[in-house]
């Protein structure tokens, strides 16, 4: 019996080593099953579709974006924390004296983005009241941006995101200083031809936005000694004309605040559930053409949603390196068709009948841009949302 | 225990209730596998109507005396060439065969159950194209792989009639599954998924066999057998993927033991595989068609010791891509060893197997081990 108890053995071992790889000769020496794909516009392929405004207000926003010479001009506001009434008068900081004069202050200001294509610039400064806040509108601000309240004005060239900018502003630019102890600045753009810039708000968590005060104070020998201290932004924000509202048959998203808009889809059953979907493109045909800065653009990024309850449906995060690929970009007063890859969230229906057959639209710089695209909704006549489908059929047959 | 824990490892070894593979069993249902012994195997399938360890011919169940198993295990190598591309080392090993009988005691009746492969279907090709979509030409790479047979297990009775002659039937259940993958790449392209679709194809048939054993004299012996099956169904879950009518097939021998060392068989087969074309085509597959098959075989030495055994065979293939008709001829040989005093016996056979046809010319090996006891 041992001899065939080690040949079983044997066999084991070889039984594990397999190899049937080889290239298809097709079609002769290959199977009849072939891949077909199939590319349709599915013009129903939106069911219902709503969109909510609010999801990011305007003092939120990472970024304000401040314009000129376009359809909307916008401004830049910003409130700075309350100085400290006395500054340090030794390197250490050890010893605290009052500020016996300002010579002037400097604001430092990231760029995230700016007008393409646009020469110089120039940046000019008004004195706001400090009560600025999130109530305040462009209409409440009409009077300070003005000759009489502008503070200083600084030209720049050659300005390209993530430069940093900085803006003087005299000394006796606050004449409430020593009462309010605190400043606030308003920040328009000037430029031959239409532009904007967007710079960064202190809700970026890597922004320190701040301001900084250069003083004269007393030093330890009585003698007038240079010193600075600096302050935080308290609020920051921008301001701009009401924009007219969408017409009752459009969608919007974007602007400012935010708005976003939630499509649900109702997709064939032999195209969602029985074949694969290789790619998904939503179609959307703008109501109106694109508002937003002159020269800007704007990038609508599509996300699955993960529970179907309205405005507040949570969503299924696209990854920030996957957003150049799921998402349309268009531009300030266009009126094409906005195509928008959204494979990645119509592919997995097939394997998940739970999954939520709806997806989110929002705009990336969310709540800080003027940037709002306006599409025909499923109740439009005409250009209502289509869906783009190339899906392969089942393959399997029983030969 | 221990005889029977041999056979349980030979079992558990292989990859079950699968057979030989070719680049032919790529179109129609598969290659169809052949239910016969090692010993029947080395004989080129010459005794396999005679052979009371094949389940050819019910009618040879009738000898079986006490309960026996058998276990097997087959590797092939293979190399083939097809429209110009040369495919080498192509290997498998597989769980061909399996049968276990035993007769009723006071009565003239023995009854076995055997699993055997009736089609195998595995495969794994890759393929590169090109396609346009959206009016872009984009490069695809195109895998196929087929995982699976459909197997036959068969229950035989077999019944002593009268001294010389026993007649037999069977009933066969086929069923198997092959698991499908679909895989569509588009390796230069970032805006197409990647497709992969798996699913697990369920077969299901029936068929009926029944055979005649006559030995006119004692030297000699003559069998035939019918077999009918009916339509091989799959589907996969609920969704009915369609049938494929199912051959009608026939068999003849002659076996003569010319001398007590010296035994000469031959075994010649009709299968009507051209029913299953019109199920084929509809569903774009191969052409089919009706085969002949023939082997011979000798064996040589006694009773006991280590016989040698020797064939040859021919046969047609039922399923070509066009209207030529492939074919194939092997040559075999193989022994046989008896253990633990005759209650086990291990059995080899090698062939050597050509196929040619319809554009392709495939040459292997098929090496198979059999293990044979009586617990």
């Known amino acids: ?399 | 225990m221990r005889l029977l824990l041999v056979v349980l490892l030979t079992l558990v070894g292989s990859t079950p209730a699968l057979a030989q593979n070719s680049v032919f069993g790529v179109h129609g249902i598969g290659f169809p596998g052949r239910p016969i012994s090692a010993r029947a195997r080395a004989l080129g399938g010459g005794t396999a109507l005679f052979d009371a360890r094949s389940a050819v011919n019910p009618a040879t169940v009738a000898s079986i005396g006490p309960l026996l198993v058998t276990a097997s295990s087959g590797t092939s190598l293979r190399n083939f060439t097809a429209l110009d591309t040369v495919v080498t080392g192509l290997s498998e090993t597989r769980f061909p065969y399996a049968f276990a009988g035993t007769m009723v005691r006071s009565t003239p009746l023995s009854f076995a159950l055997s699993y055997s492969s009736y089609a195998e279907r595995s495969f794994d090709q890759t393929t590169t194209d090109s396609v346009t979509i959206r009016g872009e030409r984009l490069g695809v790479v195109d895998q196929l792989i087929s995982s699976g047979a459909v197997t036959d297990l068969r229950a035989a009775i077999g019944w002593r009639l009268i001294p010389r002659v026993n007649v037999g039937g069977a009933v066969h259940l086929l069923s198997g599954s092959v698991r499908r993958v679909a895989n569509r790449f588009f390796p230069g392209s970032e805006s197409y998924y990647d497709m992969e679709e798996t699913n697990k194809i369920r077969m299901s048939g029936l068929g009926i066999s029944a055979g005649v054993l006559f030995a006119p004299i004692q030297q000699m012996s003559i069998a035939a057998s019918i077999r009918s099956d009916t339509e091989l169904k799959s589907s996969v879950d609920a969704l009915d993927l369609g049938r494929v009518d199912l051959p009608i097939s026939f068999a003849g021998g002659l076996f003569i033991q010319v001398h007590p060392s010296i035994r000469l068989a031959t075994t010649a087969e009709r299968h009507l595989w051209s029913s299953a074309e019109a199920d084929l085509k509809a569903a774009g597959g191969a052409y089919a068609f009706d085969t002949w098959a023939i082997g011979s075989g000798v064996e040589l030495g006694g009773e006991s010791g280590i016989p040698l055994r020797l064939g040859t065979r021919y046969a047609e293939l039922p399923f070509s891509p066009s209207l030529e008709q492939a074919t194939e001829f092997l040559v075999s040989a193989g022994t046989a060893m008896e253990f633990a005093g005759g209650r086990a016996t291990l059995e080899a056979s090698v062939e050597r197997i050509m196929r040619d046809g319809a554009g392709a010319e495939e040459r292997a090996w098929f090496l198979m081990f059999a293990l044979t006891v009586i617990p």
């Not at chain 1, 044997?10 to 199939?38: F, H, K, M, W």
């Not at chain 1, 998203?253 to 979907?277: E, N, Q, T, W, Y």
């Open chain 1, 1 to 399: 019996m041992r001899l065939p108890a080690s040949l079983s053995l044997l066999l084991l071992a070889t039984a594990c080593v397999e190899n049937v790889t080889s290239p298809g000769i097709c079609p002769d020496y290959c199977p009849p099953t072939r891949i077909q794909i199939v590319d349709t516009v599915i013009m129903a392929g939106v069911e219902r579709d709503s969109s909510y405004r609010g999801y990011l207000p305007t003092h939120r926003a990472a970024s304000m974006q401040i314009t000129t010479g376009g359809t909307v001009e916008s401004y830049g506001v910003i409130r700075f924390i309350r100085f400290s009434e006395e500054v340090a008068i030794d390197s250490a900081a050890s010893t605290l004296g009052p500020v016996v004069a300002v010579d002037s202050f400097g604001v430092n200001l990231i760029v995230e983005a700016r007008s393409p294509g646009t020469g110089d610039f120039e940046l000019a400064v008004f004195r706001l009241p400090v009560s600025v806040d999130s109530t305040t509108t462009y209409a409440d601000l009409q009077s300070t941006f003005v000759d009489s309240t502008e503070i200083a004005a600084a030209s720049f060239s050659g300005v390209e995101a993530a430069d940093t900018i900085a803006v003087i502003i005299p000394g006796d630019a606050f004449p409430t200083l020593e009462e309010d102890s605190a400043v606030a600045v308003g920040i328009s753009m000037r430029s031959v031809e239409p532009a904007y810039v967007d710079f960064q708000t202190s809700n970026l968590a890597t922004n320190t936005l701040s301001i900084t005060r250069f003083v004269q104070v007393d030093s330890a020998d009585g003698q007038l000694a240079a010193r600075t201290d600096n302050t935080p932004v308290g609020y920051d924000s921008f301001v701009f004309p009401d924009v007219p509202a969408a017409g009752p048959a459009a969608l919007g998203v974007g602007g400012s605040p935010s708005a976003r808009a939630f499509l649900k889809i109702a997709l064939p059953p032999r195209v969602v559930d029985s074949s694969s979907v290789i790619r998904a493109t939503l179609l959307l045909v703008p109501a109106e053409p694109v508002l937003g800065a002159p020269g800007d653009s704007i990038r609508i990024v599509a996300e699955g949603i993960a529970a179907d309850i309205g405005p507040k449906s949570p969503i299924k995060q696209v990854p920030d390196d996957s957003i150049a690929v799921y998402s349309g970009l268009t531009m300030t007063g266009s009126t094409d068709t906005l195509r928008i890859d959204v494979t990645h969230v119509i592919a997995p229906w097939k394997n998940d009948s739970n999954l939520v057959r709806g997806l989110m639209l929002r705009a990336v710089r969310e709540g800080g841009t003027l940037g709002e695209f306006r599409f025909n909704s499923s109740v439009s006549a005409v250009g209502a949302p289509a869906l783009h489908v190339t899906f392969v059929p089942p393959v399997v047959n029983g030969n």
